[in-house]
């Protein structure tokens, strides 16, 4: 069975400090795909980023940075100095391309106090 | 390029009545998948239109359906609407010829009274 797991159910931290949001899954395909997207209140999922099951590079982009691990199944989240705008509920989710369609976590609530 | 539309944006209903949600997709994309919200439950799939067919389904009853039109514009619809229907239902749009990244909507916030 397909399934993503995201064991932080909320997080809260202070403007500037690092954050890393956890995200482990399971899968028996070997070609798959694994995102990242942001829901702020508005509700609207925002994307932020695609894995394919084959490329562990990591990925840094501005205060985002992802790490991909096969041998631990993860695929790990850090934003760095956060921001207040950083605050959002985030979700990590699987994507098997048998199926098209996507496995979501249960999503990690980030607050960022200034 | 305009984004994913979702109309309406809100929506109250009342138990045993039926509704139907539209999304249309970015240009270009083909394929639009449909998911639905709650608290209890999170994300979860509901079906899949690509050129017009289903192409996967999750695990809802049949009361929920859906199609989508030749411009692939899709719409939802729930029948005998009941009170635990109440969600954050999602659209998202992708090119459809393989795992693409899905573009999603704004939702529709749905409450069943």
């Known amino acids: 069975a397909q399934k993503v797991t995201q064991a932080q159910t909320e997080i809260s931290v202070v403007e500037k400090e690092d954050v890393t949001l956890d995200c482990v899954y399971e899968t028996r395909d070997t070609t798959y795909y694994l995102f990242w997207y942001k829901q702020p209140p508005s509700g609207e999922l925002v994307f932020l980023i695609r894995r394919n099951s084959f490329d562990e590079q990591n990925e840094i982009s501005g205060r985002y940075s992802w790490n991909f691990q096969k041998s631990t199944s993860s695929f790990n989240f850090t934003i760095t100095a956060s921001q207040v705008v950083d605050s959002a509920v985030y979700f990590c989710?699987?994507?098997?391309?048998?199926?098209?369609?996507?496995?979501f976590g249960q999503g990690t609530t980030l607050q960022v106090k200034p | 390029k305009a984004g994913v539309t979702q109309t309406p944006r809100y929506l109250i209903k009342t138990r045993g009545q039926q509704v139907t949600l539209s999304c249309s997709p970015i240009s270009g994309h083909r394929s639009v998948s449909w998911y639905q919200q709650t608290p209890g439950q999170g994300l979860q799939f509901l079906f899949e239109y690509f050129s017009e067919t289903q192409r996967n389904k999750g695990n809802f009853p049949g009361r929920f359906s859906g199609r989508q039109f030749s411009n692939s514009r899709s719409e939802m619809n729930v029948s005998t609407l009941e009170l635990g229907d109440s969600a954050l239902y999602l659209c998202?749009?992708?090119?459809?010829?393989?795992?693409?990244?899905?573009?999603f909507g704004p939702g529709t916030r749905l409450l069943v009274l």
């Open positions: 989710a699987l994507g098997s391309s048998n199926t098209g369609k996507l496995i």
């Open positions: 998202a749009s992708s090119l459809g010829t393989g795992l693409e990244t899905q573009y």
